[in-house]
């Protein structure tokens, strides 16, 4: 593997921790809007934690296209540190839905 190579492996690791960030910021963002019964709110982070989230997933599904066609990625602390990235967001993600439904619950009762 050449340095471009190894270059453009890092900067797409990078992107991917990048836009997962995005998602699990967006998802937290959307837990902390529901917390204050900001309901519309919170859906429109979740809304955009799902684009985030369907752009890394992108990014993912490309690097595994190219190692199934024969193009070995090294595996480095920076990729392993993205795929973490990525499996955090997604976990928020789901937990963020979830709380949602919590703080709705709270708020009716509440009431």
Do not use: C, P, W
């Not at 992108?58 to 990729?79: C, F, P, W, Y």
């Amino acid at each position: 593997m050449d340095g471009d190579e190894m270059t453009m492996e890092y900067q797409v690791a990078f992107e991917l921790i990048a836009v997962a960030g995005d998602s699990k910021a967006e998802s937290m963002a959307a837990i902390e809007a529901a917390s204050e019964f900001r309901f519309e709110e919170a859906q429109e982070l979740l809304k955009s934690a799902d684009e985030k989230m369907a752009e890394a997933h992108h990014i993912q599904t490309d690097m595994l296209q190219r190692e199934a066609s024969g193009q070995k990625a090294d595996v480095n602390i920076i990729l392993v540190h993205a795929q973490d990235h990525l499996t955090t967001a997604i976990i928020m993600r789901d937990q963020a839905e979830m709380m949602i439904k919590l703080y709705k619950t709270i708020e009716k009762l509440s009431k």
